[in-house]
Every structure is written in C-alpha cells, then in structure tokens.
C-alpha cells in the first residue's frame, strides 16, 4: 500500500473577518514536512493574518486549518456542527509549531537564557536544569551562547531576534512560522538573521515566513506564494515565480521592488532543488 504523506499543516478555505470587514479569503495551502513556503505581498494583503491563522493566533471563521491531519481550534458534533474547542485542545493541536514574530518579545528583566527557558518552564513544564540545558543548545544553534547572561537591552536588534529564534528552537517544534523576521532591523542587521534562518533550511526544518525580503524569499524557499487583498494571486517555485510571473500584479510587484532596490534581477538558484545548497 502507498504511502500518503500527511501536511504538516493544512489550510482549506480559510476565511477571516474583523466585523464586517473580511481580511482573508478562501485560503488554500499544504506545507509539506521540511518545506519552507515564504508569503509575499504588499501590505495589507493578509499575510500576517494567514501565518496567525496557523497557529489560532488568528480566529478563523471560514473553512478548516489543520496541523499533522488534526482539526485546529474547533470540535466537530456528531450532527456536523462546528463548535469552538477547549484551550487545552488548541494546545495540544498546535504543540508542534513555534513562533518567531518581528518585534522580539523579549522579557527585558530577564537575561537571554531566562528568556528562552521561561517558555520551556511554563508551557511544557519542562524541569529547571533540563530546560536551560535546552537552553542553551538553542542559544548555541543561532551563535547566541556568549551573550545567554546578558539583558536584552544589551544586544542589537540582530542578537535579540536571534534570541528570538533560539527560544522557538527550545521547544523542539517541528515546523516554525516566521512572521517578517528581519522587518524591525536595521539594515546592516539582516544578514545575520537571515543566515540563521537559511542554516535552518538547510536542516530541514519546516518553516513558513512572512517576508519583504524578496532575494531571501527566493533563494530559500521551495515554494513562493503572492498575495493581495487577502487572496492567493499567484503560487510557485522561485526560479518560476520570480523569473515569469504568470499575472499582470505580480509582474508589478516585483517591478517595483527590483526599482525600488537597484536590482535588475533576483539572485535565483537554477533549480527548486539547489535552494538549500
């Protein structure tokens, strides 16, 4: 019997309303273990709101998001109703996904290692010693050991989203959701944190990321999905995507950043395949 791989997470016609104002809309997506999806779009096109969807970070209230084939944030009644579930079984369904958001949200009294043992503590109720073990595993995994004593308010805006990164790493999840990582850097801080994320990549690690970095997004994703207006306008490889776009408004778009940045062209590995190497 073949075997079926099941998404690590699933989206299927999700909707989201704030009132009467609805943000996204019908949206589709599979994220295959090990595969990194980044979401491009101008502002406003619903990105941020699809990644908290992900999570329930976001109430959806149309269609169904799932993580490893298991319904998130609702119960389905024997009658086919759909009612809100239990916290705990938000929990339990989205135990293994991490966040990484774009303004840190780093406890300022607490040192780095506290920082990223607190939520091992706390949420999984990991003992003490074990968790600043796993600590400072993840502290090493983005080069941030030799500051785990140090405050946040010590560190650059780089080194502190890199903490950021070693506190999702902490929890061992098996897909991260990164929401424009590098969006609160300066300029000169970029690189480091991206080369973390791309070092993860190429481990493996199933990611999602919201991100304005066009030649990132080309060079370390497998899959590249163009919103606006809260909708999917267009869907693909890099190498495709990025080199001949298939619609009017992405052609626009990427017009408008290449003027915008001095580029004539994305620097795109030739194939999907060499994005990792």
């Known amino acids: 019997m073949e075997h079926v791989r099941v998404p690590m997470i699933s989206l299927r016609g999700v909707g989201k309303s704030y009132g009467a104002h609805q943000v996204l809309f019908d949206f589709d997506l599979d994220v295959m273990p090990g595969e990194v999806i980044s979401l491009i779009g101008p502002s406003g096109s619903g990105k941020t709101t699809?990644?908290?969807?992900?999570?329930?970070?976001?109430?959806?209230?149309?269609?169904?998001?799932?993580?490893?084939?298991?319904?998130?944030g609702y119960d389905i009644a024997a009658d086919?109703?759909?009612?809100?579930?239990?916290?705990?079984?938000?929990?339990?369904?989205?135990?293994?996904?991490?966040?990484?958001?774009?303004?840190?949200?780093?406890?300022?009294?607490?040192?780095?290692?506290?920082?990223?043992?607190?939520?091992?503590?706390?949420?999984?109720?990991?003992?003490?010693?074990?968790?600043?073990?796993?600590?400072?595993a993840a502290l090493e995994r983005v080069g941030m050991a030799a500051k785990a004593q140090a405050y946040p308010?010590?560190?650059?805006?780089?080194?502190?989203?890199?903490?950021?990164?070693?506190?999702?790493?902490?929890?061992?999840?098996?897909?991260?959701?990164l929401d424009e990582p590098t969006s609160a850097l300066d300029p000169e801080l970029v690189d480091e944190v991206l080369s973390v994320i791309l070092s993860l990549a190429r481990d493996g690690m199933t990611m999602v990321m919201v991100t304005h970095e066009m030649g990132f997004a080309a060079r370390v994703s497998?899959?590249?999905?163009?919103?606006?207006?809260g909708r999917v306008v267009e869907t693909g490889v890099p190498a495709e995507l990025f080199r001949a776009p298939r619609t009017e408004r992405l052609q626009a778009f990427l017009r408008t950043?290449?003027?915008?940045?001095?580029?004539?062209?994305?620097?795109?590995?030739?194939?999907?395949?060499?994005?990792?190497?």
Not at 154 to 177: D, E, K, W
Not at 257 to 277: F, M
């Open 50 to 72: 699809a990644l908290r969807c992900m999570n329930f970070l976001e109430t959806y209230q149309q269609g169904e998001v799932r993580i490893r084939g298991a319904l998130l």
């Open 257 to 277: 950043w290449t003027q915008r940045n001095g580029a004539t062209r994305l620097d795109l590995p030739a194939t999907a395949a060499e994005a990792h190497a």
């Open 153 to 177: 308010q010590q560190l650059s805006g780089g080194q502190q989203q890199r903490v950021g990164i070693a506190r999702a790493l902490a929890v061992h999840p098996q897909a991260m959701l």
């Open 222 to 229: 497998d899959r590249v999905v163009f919103m606006e207006a």
């Open 80 to 136: 086919g109703r759909r009612t809100p579930a239990s916290e705990r079984s938000i929990a339990e369904v989205r135990a293994p996904l991490a966040m990484v958001f774009q303004q840190f949200n780093l406890w300022p009294h607490l040192r780095v290692v506290d920082n990223v043992t607190l939520a091992l503590t706390v949420a999984q109720q990991v003992p003490q010693e074990k968790a600043r073990q796993r600590a400072m």
